[in-house]
């Protein structure tokens, strides 16, 4: 878990290397596996190029909420990168 004192940032990062190393975990990504960045504001179309230009693909949401409030990209493995317009309230989404 990461979180800066001044600016509320959370991650969590977890990898299958030490449940077997003989039988690594595949790469099964879903639509539900999403990385959500909450940038409060504009979503800067320098970003959105520079994504696009590294193998990222723009798709739509599952979750239509994610289209209302920002975008949705796939990295190159599958994987699903939120960037949100919205900031992080954490009061708000415990309520939705």
Request: charge should be positive; glycine fraction near 8%.
């Amino acid at each position: 878990m990461a979180h800066h004192r001044t600016r509320p940032r959370r991650a969590r990062p977890s990898h299958g290397r030490t449940h077997d190393p003989d039988a690594p975990l595949e790469h099964t990504p879903t639509v539900d596996d999403l990385l959500v960045l909450y940038l409060a504001g504009p979503i800067d179309q320098t970003l959105l190029d520079r994504l696009l230009s590294t193998g990222g693909v723009r798709v739509p949401s599952h979750n239509p909420y994610w289209d209302a409030h920002g975008v949705t990209h796939t990295d190159p493995d599958g994987y699903r990168l939120v960037l949100s317009t919205r900031s992080w309230n954490p009061g708000t989404v415990a309520k939705q």
